[in-house]
């Protein structure tokens, strides 16, 4: 469940036990395991993973089943009071799985406060055509609504090495492309004496081809880092930024450090200096205190912004947050209407992008398996558009092509292969 640092740490429980003989299975009534990866940013988040678990053992009576995530590292032992929960095991001690289910016992996970250092653990999955490579865990900041600083830690650097040398390895493998995430990527080198550039300037000297990166909060971007990303020809020009709001009064609130004026100008900026660079963000819909004034002041600010998607959801309290005790909290259906309005205007803006790149030359990762719909060849472009080639030939799998966007039919937009 959750974020793509859960489904990186997923990849990484699913090849620690296959290392020591077990086997997945899609059949669950044939499973002795049922693990859970959870995502605790909401409180909907917690009763779908409940849900989940309590199916499971609905399914197969005799299955055990392994509680680990944010949910684990949050709630710890008191999760053990439910009969359909037989192991708890902590954020940090998940990438060890097999281990502490050797041990006696059933609940595992140390206070991750205390964890001072990255949990540098390889993953060598292939199955995926883009390499997904965690380089940061934990959070410095305290935003009202948010509780996963609670199950993450303090903001914790993978070594520059570690990083480098699995990118290499990726790249060894045959991967053409590495998707840098984290909980807060930005934050990356502050407790190790280095910068955030520093590691970029580094990646550029690998064996990979192209690297994305994962969410950056607005202030985390620079004109040093915008200039050394406008130099490259590996990185993919594709930023997602974590906006949250576009009404300053409502960032305060939210403990966020930073105006609307400045990353408006920002997206302005990253607009002019990349040729069509995708531009998504977060934006949370009725957020404690936010008023119509405020939300039309959100509205407006979001329709003239130069963004190419946004990712909207109504606030969810979560218990333990500083938001859960702000006055004036919205409805449900306030805030499902401000949510519905904001997804209408990103429909519109990635719509208009769309249309923008029609007749373009773009670079593709052609992915290693064709889409299961139409079976034609899909791919990736830099700016992170997803494309269907009508072609028969195999010998394109995992390879970087010239392609021109020729048209957007049913949602779906089609490429022809420019022959070298």
Known sequence: MGCKSNQFEGSIIKENL???????????????????????????????????????????????????????????????????IDFVIGNDEKLHLYDFLEKEGNFFANDVMMQKKFSEVELFDTAKTRASLKIQDGCDNRCTYCIIWKARGKSRSASLDFIINQINHFADL??????????HIGQWGKDIGLTFIDLIKAIEKTS????????????????????????????CPHFHLSLQSANDKTLRSMNRFYTTEFYLNQINQINTI???????????????????????????????????QIHTFPYSVRRGTIGESLPDQNSDITKNKRADIIK???????????????????????????????????????????????????????????IKITEYKNGILYAELIQS
């Open 18 to 84: 296959k290392k020591h003989n077990f086997e997945e299975t899609s059949d669950i009534e044939d499973a002795d395991l049922y693990i859970l990866n959870s995502c605790s940013v909401t409180h909907k988040s917690d009763k779908e993973a409940f849900y989940h678990l309590r199916n499971a053992k609905h399914k197969n009576h005799s299955i055990k089943t392994v509680l680990t995530g944010c949910i684990a590292q949050i709630e710890k032992g008191n999760l053990l009071k439910e009969d359909f």
């Open 174 to 183: 045959g991967f053409k492309e590495v998707i840098l995430t984290g909980i």
């Open 208 to 235: 990979i081809l192209r690297y994305r990166l994962g969410s950056l909060n607005p202030t985390e971007i620079n004109d040093e880092l915008l200039e050394v990303l406008s130099k490259s020809k590996k990185f």
């Open 274 to 308: 990349f040729d069509l660079p995708f531009i998504g963000s977060d934006i949370i819909a009725g957020f404690a205190g936010e008023t119509e004034q405020d939300f039309e002041i959100t509205r407006k600010n979001l329709e003239k912004s130069g963004l190419t």
């Open 344 to 402: 209408e205007i990103s429909r519109k803006k990635y719509n208009d992008f769309i249309i923008r790149n029609i007749g373009k030359v773009h670079e593709i990762l052609i992915e290693k398996h064709r889409d299961k719909h139409s079976n034609n060849l899909k791919g990736i472009t830099k700016n992170y558009l997803t494309v269907q080639i009508i072609s028969n030939r195999e010998d394109l799998y995992n390879t970087i092509q010239n």
